[in-house]
């Protein structure tokens, strides 16, 4: 079964694994530019797919609704007169490539007429990475008026950003990425399209902003700002600590179940062992993602670690639910054969990996943005801004858990059909198995509840557009299931408890024996001498 597992693990990882891309790099007068042959590493969002209703993308639009209108049904927006079917009423808006409800208003395609570069503030503003917000500077600088240009050869020549460009100021993407300390912040190459390229990546309009940073004392500079998809703060160290003391109790109690030859061998323990093994392995790369810039991380990486930790989370629920199954046919005194279970266990496998490839074409189809997962989009994981979480996630997951709970339930109706003179089950003391069953649907009931206020917690951000890309109550409910687990799935089961008793319990008993030899001296320290009151005592094995 070991084998098979890793087998299929190996599998996922190769096919999962994209070709990687190829760049061209051309120099000249001593620059070099980086031109990715491949656009499949380009991280594209809604704002780049043309809605049906409207003329075009939401990122090559501006809003025009205080601009002069012709008699026509045309605009004249920034000198430039912009078609009457370029021109639509809007009533949404596009922040971080997700739509959201807006106020009705006249929006042009104006970036379809002359290409179009975003500035972070207005006129005489820079960004500040402290407030996040636009700031005047204390001394006033004149506003920059060129930049740096690459064209489709490579050169590089400063150009007049008014002369090439349609300059629209918004503030753009929530969080933004700040780092002025390295060297690779201040290198990028803005192309002709007013696309960005930075760090091997391709940027489109709305994944970036122009603003003056201070470079060098008194020396400030015009520097693209990238939209970061990575939140820090005391929300994601919170998340991160409590997930790794949960890891840690689950490899303990993992490894104490292992260890043990008759928990380790009976089919409840084996459920359990592999249920923990997804949970430590679905978590462990979930943390990682967590502290992890995807930034720093290819589009392949970022996908498929995303993708990794799918499958072992919901491969988890299947193991409770097969594990729920068990009891239930074993209180109902209906056998199941070991090439029968182990067909079960390989079948389950291959559920979630058919789940896991689904959620991926769902991905890469023409679905519209909000039913897609969003893994290896924006972010790594499931992008909580759009119903696909829902959807492919947390549905999933509530309907495992139902099924556990629904076999759970018909497993305690079934004890009460049972004789009363029933002794055994399937070679299985009928007490152990209570003991075993209780605990599991007490650590069952736990597991819902937690993904139940999951699942409410996000309905109820994503009605009122108030995202947390993290959330760090759920890193606590985490931990206090693996408490739960640990008091549960360890404590209350049998084996564990019978080897403890015999190893531990009783070592230490066997020792206090040992150490119980007292010998009572006189005050002359003889204990031969007939007046003392204290006899030698030997007491042994």
């Excluded at 709970?405 to 009460?416: I, P």
């Excluded at 009122?464 to 089961?493: M, P, Q, T, Y």
Aim: charged share 15%; proline share 4%.
């Amino acid at each position: 079964m070991w084998a098979t597992l890793v087998a299929i693990i190996a599998a996922i990882s190769v096919v999962g694994t994209v070709v990687a891309v190829t760049e061209t790099t051309t120099t000249t007068a001593g620059t070099t530019a980086k031109t990715p042959t491949n656009t499949a590493s380009v991280n594209t969002t809604t704002s780049s797919t043309v809605p049906a209703k409207y003329p075009c993308a939401f990122s090559d639009t501006v809003n025009i609704t205080d601009s002069q209108r012709l008699q026509d049904g045309s605009y004249a927006h920034e000198g430039i007169v912009i078609p009457a079917y370029l021109v639509a009423i809007y009533n949404f808006k596009v922040i971080d490539g997700v739509e959201y409800r807006a106020p009705k208003h006249v929006r042009g395609c104006i970036c379809l007429i002359k290409p179009c570069i975003t500035f972070c503030c207005p006129l005489g503003e820079h960004f500040n990475a402290k407030s996040g917000n636009c700031t005047a500077p204390l001394q006033p600088r004149p506003p920059s008026t060129l930049v740096e240009l690459t064209d489709s050869y490579g050169n590089i020549s400063h150009v007049k950003i008014i002369d090439r460009f349609v300059v629209r100021t918004q503030l753009g993407c929530r969080n933004k990425f700040v780092d002025k300390k390295h060297d690779s912040f201040w290198q990028w190459n803005l192309f002709e399209n007013g696309t960005l390229l930075r760090d091997d990546r391709l940027w489109s309009t709305d994944e970036y902003c122009f603003t003056s940073l201070e470079h060098q004392p008194a020396a400030w500079e015009l520097v693209p700002l990238n939209c970061e998809r990575f939140q820090r703060g005391y929300r994601v160290w919170i998340y991160a600590i409590c997930s790794i003391i949960a890891i840690l109790i689950n490899i303990f109690i993992l490894s104490l179940l292992g260890c043990i030859n008759t928990a380790r061998k009976s089919h409840y323990g084996q459920l359990i062992i592999y249920y923990l093994l997804s949970v430590i392995a679905g978590y462990s790369l979930l943390v990682y993602l967590t502290l992890k810039n995807p930034v720093k991380l290819s589009h392949e990486a970022c996908r498929n670690i995303g993708f990794l930790a799918y499958f072992f989370i919901m491969l988890s629920f299947v193991y409770l639910a097969i594990c729920s199954f068990d009891f239930m046919l074993k209180f109902r005194k209906k056998s199941m054969r070991n090439w029968v279970r182990t067909l079960i266990y390989f079948l389950a496998i291959v559920f979630v990996i058919i789940l896991r490839f689904a959620v991926s074409f769902a991905q890469d189809s023409n679905l519209p943005k909000h039913f897609k997962p969003g893994i290896g989009e924006d972010y790594c994981w499931f992008d909580v801004r759009l119903w696909g979480i829902l959807i492919y996630y947390y549905v999933p997951i509530l309907l495992l858990l139902i099924f556990s709970l629904y076999c759970c339930f018909q497993t305690y109706s079934a004890t009460f059909e049972l004789d009363p003179d029933t002794q055994y089950l399937e070679g299985v003391q009928l007490r152990i198995m209570k003991i075993h069953f209780y605990a599991f649907t007490g650590y069952l009931v736990g597991v819902f509840a937690v993904w139940l206020r999951e699942m409410i917690v996000y309905i109820l951000a994503r009605v009122r557009e108030h995202f947390f890309i993290i959330d760090f109550w759920s890193g606590i409910c985490i931990l206090v299931l693996a408490i739960a687990g640990f008091i549960l799935l360890l404590g209350k089961n049998m084996h564990v408890k019978t080897w403890w008793s015999i190893n531990v319990e009783s070592s230490q008993t066997d020792l206090s024996i040992i150490n119980a030899r007292v010998y009572k001296f006189d005050e002359k320290g003889d204990l031969k001498n007939p007046d003392s009151p204290y006899r030698p005592t030997v007491t042994s094995l």
